[in-house]
């Protein structure tokens, strides 16, 4: 009997790991940003760190491989048009990570030549993990380092956007990864949002919606 219950117990906290995708409306996100930033009385500067959260800031920069990624801002350098970007805070230390990494995998395999990108942000990581993370996974999209390690720093989530987005959006994990923002480009007004683990067959279905034009 106790083995039963051990394993429903299990099968509730796996499952409550892989979330649905949830439409968010960008410009409800904005005026809860603007309301954040009043509340927190933050600086000029803080406000425009945090607006450039609408913009995907924390996904351009220089990846890896040296090479400038922007998949989101056609206003800044390096700017590469896509149908649709996956764009994942990961963790190289996060368990979950690990586990959604080989259906991510195959997602990109499956729809990267038909206009999907994935970009991977790794928070609170040490860089040289996350190096050795992406060879041995050989991760073929571009990978950034967003925020220094937590055994540094144990506070450093508190002053990321990532945590601060996620407060937003209410997910109120610690750590907070993996996080997914699905960006369609024909739909720029709603982001689609999974915070853990996405279902690979529920993602597959949404890409080959929108990848196959209907």
Known sequence: MLIVLISLFLGLFIDDEKTNIQPVQVAALKEQIKSYAERENLS???RDRLMGILHFSDFIGVDLNGNRINFSNPEYEGYTSSKIVIFGYYAEWCPNCRQNLPATLRLYEKYGNKGL?????FM???SDR????VRENEIPFPVLIGSEDREENPEVRLET???ILRTLLDDYRRW?????IIYVHDIPDTWFVVAGEFIESEVDEFLNYHLSGN
């Open 44 to 46: 000029e500067n803080e």
């Open 117 to 121: 990108a994935v970009v991977l942000n």
């Open 124 to 126: 609170y990581s040490n």
């Open 130 to 133: 996350v190096q050795e993370y």
């Open 161 to 163: 956007t990532h945590y």
């Open 176 to 180: 907070g990864t993996p996080f997914y």
